[in-house]
């Protein structure tokens, strides 16, 4: 049966890949904008935790499919979870440069803002 029919519980391929692109283009962003402040900086912690987090994801995923392994739900499984992996991670980083964002606005001279408390 194409397009999940039949199977309530799975997405469609095409929307699946459509989040997934989603995901990943935020993912790419954020990383990209938080890199770019950190390398003004001289940092590497991003990058080194970042090349960690796609060797973990890689790993968390091939674990998960691991008890469906041969049948074709592995596929399913380790799809899903790479997309699940990626879209928090997305979320992660978005938020990061939203707390970098509000860092730098206190810390501009001149400036009086509340804080919260």
Not at 16 to 29: G, M, Q, S, T, Y
Not at 57 to 83: L, Q
Request: glycine share 8%; hydrophobic share 35%; with cysteine.
């Amino acid at each position: 049966m194409s397009g999940g029919r039949g199977r309530p519980h799975l997405r469609d391929d095409r929307t699946r890949a459509r989040e997934h692109a989603f995901w990943d283009a935020l993912l790419n962003k954020s990383y990209g904008e938080l890199r770019a402040i950190e390398e003004a900086d001289g940092g590497t912690d991003l990058r080194d935790a970042q090349r960690q987090w796609l060797k973990f994801r890689e790993a968390d995923c091939a674990w998960a499919a691991s008890g469906y392994e041969g049948g074709t739900f592995a596929n399913v499984v380790a799809n899903e979870c790479f997309s699940l992996a990626t879209a928090r991670r997305a979320i992660d980083l978005s938020n990061a440069i939203q707390e970098t964002d509000n860092r730098f606005r206190l810390a501009e001279p001149g400036k009086k803002e509340e804080q919260p408390q």
